[in-house]
């Protein structure tokens, strides 16, 4: 009995009166009824003028220069470099979700896999932008390219931006082929149910033939699996890089080996965060609560939990190091970030990230919607401000004080922060409307096992 009790079955995982022919009714009735939501113009109209913003700020940038930007000497990087690895570690959470939770034939990311990949690519999408936007000159972005010019010049491969290049558009390749692979049998269900000519030809042409034939499944089934093993090591490959921009220099509060697994751990928080920002409003609006259960947002909690604790050791160890370095640098640099000009910042990321998430031991708070999006919101808000603390504090006094200077955020740095969360909802919005956000033919596997299981 206990060991039933242990395990996740699909009666867990999906409530309600289900069959194989009422799910795909319900998932497929958002995308092909017609009936949008109110709530999904409102969204999506604050979204779009999100986006406008952006483009203002970027064509105000593409004009006059980095110079609008808060950045200066010392702070040489601001908002930009903070996005960028904001975003970045957003988009680790479809990833996991999606691959490394398959391989461990974990049953409850079938209800939240498909919307937490879209999630990943929307937000590689607006971390890719912020390192060309840096460049100050983004015209010549090809130089991190290596391609075979006649000059000879060859890009500098010690260089992080080439890092960045390389980890960057590995990942956002290979998520882009899981998501879409993952959405062929979807889209042969949303040709087959859909009533409009246009529509019809449309999926039918993004199902690439698909006929449910045996040889198709056991095709798509060993090309799902090859990209879910592809894109496991790049959960922690990317953030890696990432961290590897910062653990390569001599600067204070960057120079440490720590950064790579203490990035990779802080990039599933936040992400998980992400997904529980996403999933609730969805189920919410589209009376999902019976495909995206209690039991999902709980398992998503505890891994929530898990990774903050990972994190919380992350802080720890970065702040005795400092001490037991007995370095005076690296003891003045978390000096400066505990009671320096910035000090709020630390404390604000300490309370968002580790005091506040400790609720999660509760059940009660793990089951409580509305006590989780919260929560979700806070952890998100606090990952940013580490990002935040880690690229300005650690700058802003390094080792000459006659350079020491403060970073003041111009209106266009909020501006371009603002923007990419538009450009980021925007795409979710149509997605969630063009899209399956729900997969189709995994949720029918579960009902069918349900029924199964059903005495």
């Known amino acids: ?197 246009f529509a019809q030809i449309t999926y039918g042409i993004l199902s690439m033939g698909w006929r449910g034939s045996a040889r198709h499944w056991l095709r798509y089934q060993r090309a799902y699996l090859i990209l879910a093993g592809l894109a496991t090591p790049l959960v922690v490959s990317v953030h890696s890089i990432v961290s590897l921009d910062f653990a390569v220099s001599i600067v204070p509060g960057w120079h440490s080996t720590i950064f790579p697994p203490y990035f990779v751990a802080g990039a599933i928080y936040s992400g998980f965060a992400m997904v529980l920002t996403i999933a609730i409003p969805l189920r919410k609006v589209y009376s999902l609560q019976d495909l995206v259960t209690i039991r999902h947002l709980d398992n998503m909690a505890k891994v929530m939990l898990a990774s903050g604790m990972v994190v919380a050791y992350g802080y720890i160890m970065e702040t005795f190091i400092a001490w037991y370095s007995g370095n ?64 300005v504090v650690s700058l802003h006094r390094d080792h000459l004080p006659s350079s020491w200077g403060m970073y003041y955020p111009t209106v266009w740095d909020w501006a371009t922060l603002l923007g990419s969360l538009g450009l980021f909802a925007a795409l979710l919005f149509v997605f969630i409307r063009l899209l399956p956000m729900i997969s189709i033919f995994e949720m029918r596997e579960l009902v069918e096992e349900k029924q199964e299981q059903a005495p």
């Not at 999408?125 to 010019?149: D, K, S």
């Not at 400066?336 to 708070?365: D, E, H, K, T």
């Not at 998100?380 to 990002?387: A, P």
Request: aromatic share 18%; net charge positive.
């Open 1 to 197: 009995m206990a060991e039933h009790d242990n395990k996740t079955t699909a009666a867990d995982l999906l409530h309600g009166d289900y069959t194989y022919g009422t799910v795909t009714d319900k998932i497929s009735a958002v995308v092909l009824s017609g009936r949008t939501p109110r709530s999904w113009y409102v969204g999506f109209a604050i979204a779009f003028a999100l986006v406008m913003l952006l483009l203002w700020a970027v064509t105000y940038l593409f004009v006059r220069g980095v110079g609008i930007w808060g950045i200066d000497i010392p702070v040489a990087w601001g908002f930009a470099i903070v996005n960028f690895v904001w975003w970045i570690g957003i988009g680790h959470a479809g990833t996991l979700i999606s691959a490394i939770l398959l391989l461990l034939r974990q049953e409850w990311r079938t209800s939240i896999n498909r919307f937490a990949e879209a999630m990943t690519l929307f937000a590689v999408a607006c971390a890719g932008m912020f390192p060309l936007l840096h460049l100050g000159r983004p015209e010549y972005f090809y130089y991190l390219i290596p391609y075979p010019a006649t000059t000879g010049v060859w890009p500098q491969f010690r260089s992080p931006l080439m890092w960045d290049f390389f980890a960057v558009s590995t990942y956002a390749t290979v998520s882009v082929l899981f998501w879409y692979v993952g959405l062929i049998p979807d889209m042969a269900t949303l040709r087959d149910r859909a009533t409009g000519r």
């Open 328 to 391: 005076i640098f690296e003891q003045y640099m978390m000096y400066n970030r505990m009671f320096g000009p910035y000090g709020w910042c630390y404390w604000l990321l300490i309370a968002c990230n580790i005091a506040i998430p400790q609720l999660l031991w509760f059940r009660a708070m793990r089951r409580s919607v509305p006590a989780l999006f919260i929560l979700a919101l806070v952890i998100n808000v606090g990952m940013w401000l580490e990002r935040f603390v880690i690229v």
